[in-house]
T-cell receptor, first 115, second 114 residues
Framework: EAGVAQSPRYKIIEKRQSVAFWCNPI?????LYWYQQILGQGPKLLIQ????????DSQLPKDRFSAERLKGVDSTLKIQPAKLEDSAVYLC?????????????FGSGTRLTVV | AQKITQTQPGMFVQEKEAVTLDCTYD???????LFWYKQPSSGEMIFLIY??????QNATEGRYSLNFQKARKSANLVISASQLGDSAMYFCALREEANSKLTFGKGITLSVRP
């Protein structure tokens, strides 16, 4: 089966600009996650979707970050305006069920550099 | 409190030897799962092994095994017969029954020497 697709692979922007990342999960996976991984740290969950509804966005900086999964399939994560501290790898993951019993599959990530 | 603690500094191991990567966790949920992932320099997160809190036996997957000590809340990863390709970051992660999100530790860097 095809894996979790993410694009772009790399992005460099200036601070205060906006940027968007795209994720297409494994077909049939109901749950989709966006993680932020700052260099030298473990991934931190930003937002979790179950189909097209938000399950957990408690750690999403909502003043500048937004995410949607309108049709319950692919998802977009946006940052506007970007800050230097947003430089990180943004990982998308999906799981078949809401409790992740069948494991999680991660995409290759988008490496964002804010200058 | 940190849910996942990985405190080892960078680890080094000789090729073909075994190595143990430590992980302790903190949860009050009686039902939970522990995961180990490998992240090479290319960035993808590769699933290695899973241990459920009610599993009676320690998990094993090929060269990977999990030393699960529930009372001590530790879930150490053992890699046997290390290979050069094992050089990577290794993350321990916790999933609690209350939700399905994974909470990761800060990771351990493993370097395998020829």
């Amino acid at each position: 089966e095809a894996g979790v697709a993410q694009s772009p692979r790399y992005k460099i922007i200036e601070k205060r600009q906006s940027v968007a990342f795209w994720c297409n999960p494994i077909s049939g996976h109901a749950t989709l996650y966006w993680y932020q991984q700052i260099l030298g740290q473990g991934p931190k969950l930003l937002i979790q979707f179950q189909n097209n509804g938000v399950v957990d966005d408690s750690q999403l900086p909502k003043d500048r970050f937004s995410a949607e999964r309108l049709k319950g399939v692919d998802s977009t994560l946006k940052i506007q305006p970007a800050k230097l501290e947003d430089s990180a790898v943004y990982l998308c993951a999906s799981s078949l069920d809401v409790v992740g019993l069948n494991g999680y599959t991660f995409g290759s990530g988008t490496r964002l550099t804010v200058v | 409190a940190q849910k996942i603690t990985q405190t080892q500094p960078g680890m080094f191991v000789q090729e073909k030897e075994a190595v143990t990567l430590d992980c302790t966790y903190d949860t009050s949920d009686p039902s939970y799962g522990l995961f180990w992932y490998k992240q090479p320099s290319s960035g993808e997160m590769i699933f290695l092994i899973y241990q459920g809190s009610y599993d009676q036996q320690n998990a094993t997957e090929g060269r990977y095994s999990l030393n699960f000590q529930k009372a001590r809340k530790s879930a150490n990863l053992v890699i046997s017969a290390s290979q050069l390709g094992d050089s990577a970051m290794y993350f321990c992660a916790l999933r609690e029954e209350a939700n399905s999100k994974l909470t990761f530790g800060k990771g351990i860097t493993l370097s395998v020497r020829p």
